[in-house]
């Protein structure tokens, strides 16, 4: 996919990738990778090309949803400056509080991702995500 720099267009991406996560993984599984999914195109967006809620002149990212049903698999790539978030130290959540909260970010996506890997190709960050989790129980299988 190819998502506008906009925050506005983070959160109908995150919210249609957490859809065809739950074709495969629990709901709670599905809820991760949306969170992950706004937490990385916002920050893209937001840090890395400068947009925050407008649309940066036609910028934009690339988001890449591999779904089967061990995990889904997702990579960002952007323009912005090098930034490497695998080896970024995280905030803490006694940093946040004492901040007034945010800072976040990459915490969480440690937390509740598998794996995450970063690499510079070009001009472009490649930052790709696993979420691996229980496969999602159809009720035909469970009856």
Do not use: W
């Not at 080896?87 to 995450?116: K, N």
């Amino acid at each position: 996919m190819v998502v506008p720099a906009s925050t506005t267009a983070v959160r109908i991406v995150a919210a249609a990738v957490r859809g065809m996560a739950e074709t495969v993984l629990a709901p709670e599984d599905a809820d991760h990778v949306e969170v992950v999914t706004a937490e990385v195109g916002n920050n893209i967006v937001t840090h890395g090309l400068g947009a925050g809620e407008a649309c940066c002149h036609g910028e934009s990212f690339l988001l890449s949803i591999m779904v089967n049903p061990q995990c889904v698999t997702m990579e960002f790539v952007d323009d912005g400056p090098p930034f490497d978030p695998v080896s970024a130290l995280p905030g803490t959540p006694e940093e946040s509080v004492a901040r007034g909260g945010g800072g976040l970010g990459l915490y969480i996506m440690r937390r509740i991702m598998d794996e995450l890997s970063y690499r510079r190709v070009g001009g472009s960050n490649v930052f790709r995500l696993v979420k691996r989790g229980t496969a999602r129980v159809s009720e035909e299988d469970a009856q």
